[in-house]
């Protein structure tokens, strides 16, 4: 994609005054454009391309910008909240007047009672971008909560050492046995919280994350699971902005909730998984996630089945009659390496493979659940060609479209190597009794 520029990441909150956006980093790397989280209230209402000049922007400069392109959802949120509409956006932000916004006053009444929280991080010999993820926990605003560092079958004891000289309320884990699921079931079973929130080692996480989950899970007492945004932290390289688009880990800034009646959210429901959020940013009420035996050991990145282990545990909730939110205010920034074509040809297989690895574990475990997937194949072929497929999204960025054929592979292998995993670890996991 030869009119490729690197972005900038930002964030701004409208509540506040707007500050100036540099065209230099922390790191001293130089920018001609910024991608901005926009905020109002702590709530992220989308993202705005802004282009900047050699000395970045100033704010009146931008605030024109984002009034044009959030007029809608800065309106739809005063709104909600009850407050006056904005006449204007300056540089000032959103003008303010002496009513606190009802979103502020609802959230500190959910979390009135603050539940005890299980981070878990599985990780595997990636110390330095363990760290950042580990900084980002201990800053959170949240004063409940443990970290579990499940370290999976790793190569040296670089990351140990890492934990040994961090805070008290992180626990080390050693998982020998490979595969992320193996690493967060291990996470699952050392977990203390009466909620288990999983993250990437490869993430960072905003100041009011487990908040946000906590108090989507008060305000829904029938979830058993949230997931929230996830959000580039940086886009230095076009292979980070093809992963951003087949990844399609953003799902959007509008609060959802899904259950088996809702027929709504997608021509494949209740199988369409994808669409309910992704595992760098997930939540699940612990007794729940136990009671299912965890995540299914023969999916997940290391894993035979390459993938799917989230899509799987997402789908067991909305086929046991639970609700799952997707709650954007929980959000994350995830770090894509930028990656050259042989890594991407890895990723794209695992992809494909981790779909149809998490569709073969529905049948495998309801085999009356295979006449409704002949029944959607068409629908779900159709989707995926349509114009809102993020394949089709990623292709019109440059994607190339030898990485779409490896992901068709990946999808024929999907089932091969998840019916291999299951078999080879039956001894070691007994049918849906990982974690008990």
Not at 276 to 284: E, R
Not at 381 to 392: D, I, V, Y
Request: aromatic share 8%; proline share 6%.
């Amino acid at each position: 994609m030869s009119s490729f520029l690197p972005a900038r990441v930002v964030e701004v909150e409208l509540g506040e005054p707007l500050p100036p956006v540099s065209a230099v980093s922390a790191s001293g790397r130089g920018y001609r454009r910024a991608l901005s989280l926009v905020r109002l209230h702590g709530r992220p209402l989308g993202l705005v391309s802004l282009e900047l000049g050699t000395d970045g922007l100033a704010p009146a400069a931008y605030a024109d910008a984002i009034r044009h392109t959030l007029a809608a959802e800065v309106a739809e949120h005063l709104a909600a909240d009850g407050l006056d509409p904005a006449t204007e956006i300056s540089s000032a932000g959103v003008p303010r007047g002496d009513a606190t916004p009802a979103c502020v006053t609802e959230r500190n009444r959910l979390l009135a009672h603050l539940p005890f929280i299980s981070v878990i991080v599985a990780t595997r010999d990636r110390a330095e971008s363990l760290a950042r993820c580990l900084d980002s926990l201990l800053a959170l605003d949240y004063p409940t909560f443990e970290v579990v560092v499940v370290d999976n079958a790793p190569a040296s004891d670089a990351t140990q050492r890492l934990i040994a000289g961090r805070a008290p309320r992180i626990r080390y884990i050693r998982e020998d046995v490979p595969g992320l699921a193996a690493a967060h079931n291990a996470g699952l079973r050392a977990a203390r919280g009466t909620i288990a929130a999983f993250t990437d080692d490869d993430v960072t996480v905003d100041r009011c994350w487990l908040g946000e989950f906590a108090a989507s899970f008060a305000r829904h007492e029938e979830a058993a699971c949230v997931t929230g945004l996830i959000v580039p932290a940086e886009l230095d390289a076009v292979t980070q902005v093809w992963m951003e688009a087949v990844g399609r880990f953003g799902k959007g800034f509008s609060r959802r909730v899904f259950t088996l009646e809702d027929d709504t959210s997608s021509p494949l429901h209740p199988y369409g998984a994808g669409s309910f959020g992704s595992g760098a940013n997930m939540a699940f009420r612990t007794s729940f996630l136990r009671e299912i035996g965890g995540f299914d050991p023969a999916m997940g990145a290391g894993a035979s089945g390459r993938g799917g282990d989230d899509l799987a545990a997402f789908f067991r909730v909305i086929a046991a009659g639970k609700a799952l939110v997707y709650e954007p205010a929980a959000v994350v920034w995830h770090r894509y390496e930028e990656g050259d074509l042989a890594s991407l040809r890895r990723r794209a297989f695992g992809y494909g493979a981790g779909l149809t690895a998490y569709l073969t574990s529905v049948v495998v475990e309801e085999p009356v659940r295979l006449v409704d997937l002949v029944r959607l194949a068409p629908a779900g072929l159709r989707w995926s060609a349509g114009r809102s497929s993020p394949r089709r999204a990623a292709t019109e960025l440059g994607y190339p479209s030898e990485l779409l054929w490896v992901e068709r592979r990946g999808m024929a292998y999907g089932p091969v190597g998840y019916l291999w995993g299951r078999a080879r670890r039956r001894k070691m996991y007994p049918a849906r009794a990982a974690v008990r």
